[in-house]
């Protein structure tokens, strides 16, 4: 009974040793070697976005610059190991999906190319209040769905544009119904 109890107190002084370990995220070396192969990865996959002519160049480097972003960012999360930093990773990933989608609209025109601006806008505005949502109490998760819902609406609305007549207003009374707008 007495070598199962020390076993168990070396197996918990060793977890609490790893989980401390854990914590401390990475070593200065680590974070600015880090650094250092964002800026070559995001180097390298500009130069591959010059064989590239027109929208797809734009997409290109917009997915460039957003994977630099991201990668920067998940790195300070793991040097920092803060919430802040976490949160920041979840907005940058945010912000540059946000960036390639608007980018991809450009390849569409009139009330298409407005609807997916509007939808790309709405993803962005759900991961946004996701992150926050994650960052904060239950009081910001409903404000945060609130924030989901009007972006959702602001897209169902902008899609109604195309009708005209009794189908436009069906469908704006709908979208107002869906969404809980009066």
Do not use: H, P
């Not at 168990?8 to 650094?35: N, P, T």
């Not at 734009?58 to 300070?76: F, N």
């Not at 109490?137 to 544009?161: G, I, L, M």
Request: aromatic share 4%.
């Amino acid at each position: 009974m007495n070598k199962f109890n020390t076993s168990i107190l070396a197996a918990m002084v060793a977890c609490a040793f790893s989980a401390a370990a854990m914590a401390q995220g990475i070593s200065r070396d680590e974070y600015k070697s880090g650094k250092d192969k964002a800026a070559a990865d995001y180097k390298a996959a500009k130069a591959s976005c010059k064989s590239l002519s027109g929208n797809a160049k734009d997409v290109c480097m917009a997915e460039a610059k957003g994977k630099e972003k991201v990668a920067k960012a998940e790195l300070e999360a793991r040097y920092k190991n803060t919430d802040k930093a976490r949160n920041d990773v979840r907005v940058a990933k945010a912000e540059a999906d946000y960036a390639v989608a608007k980018e991809k609209c450009d390849d569409q025109k009139g009330n298409a190319k407005d609807v997916c601006k509007k939808e790309a806008k709405a993803a962005l505005t759900a991961a946004k209040a996701d992150a926050k949502a994650q960052k904060k109490t239950s009081a910001a998760r409903s404000d945060a769905a609130e924030d989901k819902r009007d972006a959702n609406y602001s897209v169902a609305k902008e899609k109604c544009d195309s009708l005209s007549g009794d189908a436009k207003s069906r469908c704006i009374s709908d979208a107002k119904a869906r969404f809980g707008k009066s």
